[in-house]
T-cell receptor, first 114, second 108 residues
Framework: NAGVTQTPKFQVLKTGQSMTLQCAQD?????MSWYRQDPGMGLRLIHY???????DQGEVPNGYNVSRSTTEDFPLRLLSAAPSQTSVYFC?????????????FGDGTRLSIL | ELKVEQNPLFLSMQEGKNYTIYCNYS?????LYWYRQDPGKSLESLFV?????AVKQEGRLMASLDTKARLSTLHITAAVHDLSATYFC????????FGAGTRLTVKP
């Protein structure tokens, strides 16, 4: 059972570079989301999607883009990396947003911006 | 805007003791989630509470939900070292918001 798969696990970027964090789930979940985790701040929602072709902004969307062309994949794009985006990024999915089941989380991507 | 507050943020307790972690949220919701995170790891689901008065127990952990008070508690009974982790609550309204987490350390 793969669950939620995130790649890469680690990445170092230079300021101004762009990159895409990949997230894929094999559970046919409609709801997918991206969080960033910074020390002492819990998880903050960046973007989320309630189904293919539908995305919306969370708490901290600036500097990030998402798209949802398939049910399985929900990539997160950093347009022009900044040191403030150094964080651990988690992707999560659940059957629907207001699910009776918990979200499944990926293992995370540790991103450092120099 | 939905705000989720946990307290305490840090908790150091001795093995065998009991304690409660509190999760308050600002907007009415009928469901709340508790997760556990070990250092350097992902989040693991503990409980899903779906209605007012819901109570769930697993081992030494028991979670409850009072939707009228907008309050959930996570009670730890006779703590053991293996419970050392960070515990998060999360609430869904228009999207899912997490509390800042409670870092629990259980000492022998």
């Amino acid at each position: 059972n793969a669950g939620v798969t995130q790649t890469p696990k680690f990445q170092v970027l230079k300021t101004g570079q762009s990159m895409t964090l990949q997230c894929a789930q094999d559970m046919n979940h409609e709801y997918m989301s991206w969080y960033r985790q910074d020390p002492g701040m819990g998880l903050r929602l960046i973007h989320y999607s309630v189904g293919a072709g539908i995305t919306d902004q969370g708490e901290v969307p600036n500097g990030y883009n998402v798209s949802r062309s398939t049910t399985e994949d929900f990539p997160l794009r950093l347009l022009s990396a900044a040191p403030s985006q150094t964080s651990v990024y988690f992707c999560a999915s659940s059957s629907v947003m207001r699910s009776n089941q918990p979200q499944h989380f990926g293992d995370g991507t540790r991103l450092s911006i120099l | 805007e939905l705000k989720v507050e946990q307290n305490p943020l840090f908790l150091s307790m001795q093995e065998g003791k009991n304690y409660t972690i509190y999760c308050n949220y600002s907007t009415t919701s009928d469901r709340l989630y508790w997760y556990r995170q070990d250092p350097g790891k992902s989040l693991e689901s503990l409980f899903v509470l779906l209605s007012n008065g819901a109570v769930k127990q697993e081992g030494r952990l028991m979670a409850s939900l009072d939707t009228k008070a907008r309050l959930s508690t996570l009670h730890i009974t006779a703590a053991v070292h293996d419970l050392s982790a960070t515990y998060f609550c999360a609430v869904v309204i228009n999207d899912m918001r997490f509390g800042a987490g409670t870092r629990l350390t259980v000492k022998p």
